[in-house]
């Protein structure tokens, strides 16, 4: 563990330097194997951050009561992790239709790994991250994002809050209500979405009804 960062309230940023480089696609998990009692417990966390360094970046949420959670809210820095991986299929397809993200939560880790790799590399194509959150506060990157939007011209940043104060200027309502506003042809998308699986079910359900092409949706639940 080479550093721990709060991102908000009940979410950090866990830096790992795997002991040899870990070559992983954006999208991709790892699993920890994490001791618990006599025991251990076995979770995956998405890799936040793009491929090609020597860390992985795990953003994870605290559970009440949760084995793996509260073990690694506990963490300083400086420990010794037992992971394995990469795992997933949860990965950005190479074409050229514009892409659209949704999540919500730490289901934005994985997304986020992907359009920071798209930006980084060839991709010209449109880039647009719907993300949902109560408060302004929880907004996981919401700085990184609103900078990478103000220098990149194909890339559109839409955060927006289901608990939002009355100093909120940007968009209101969970992702499932917003998110037509900014897809204005849906049959020529490729879409990612990641959070609960509740969400992810009624996106994808909403998203095909618009004209989607069901094989053009990707998800990651939580949950």
Do not use: H
Not at 77 to 103: H, Q, S
């Amino acid at each position: 563990v080479v550093n721990v960062e709060q991102l908000c309230s009940d979410t950090k940023s866990f830096f790992l330097k795997p002991e040899k480089k870990m070559m992983f696609k954006a999208g991709q998990f790892v699993m920890l194997n994490l001791p618990y009692k006599n025991t251990f417990v076995r979770r995956a966390y998405s890799i936040a951050n793009v491929p090609g360094g020597e860390e992985i970046e795990l953003c994870l949420n605290l559970v009440p009561g949760g084995r793996a959670s509260e073990f690694l809210f506990g963490l300083k820095g400086g420990e010794k992790l037992e992971i394995d991986g990469p795992y997933g299929i949860f990965v950005v397809r190479p074409n050229g239709r514009d892409k659209v993200f949704i999540a919500t939560g730490t289901g934005v880790a994985p997304l986020r790994s992907m359009i920071l790799e798209l930006l980084n590399g060839e991709f010209k194509g449109g880039i647009t991250l719907v993300f949902g959150e109560r408060t302004r506060e929880e907004l996981l990157y919401d700085g990184e994002f609103r900078s990478i939007a103000d220098e990149n011209d194909n890339f559109e940043y839409v955060p927006t809050l289901s608990g939002a104060d009355e100093g909120w200027k940007g968009e209101k309502g969970y992702v499932q209500k917003v998110m037509g506003k900014y897809i204005s042809k849906p049959q020529d998308c490729d879409f990612y979405i990641c959070g609960m699986k509740e969400m992810v079910n009624e996106v994808k359900e909403q998203l095909v009804l618009s004209g989607a092409a069901e094989e053009r949706i990707y998800t990651e639940k939580f949950g």
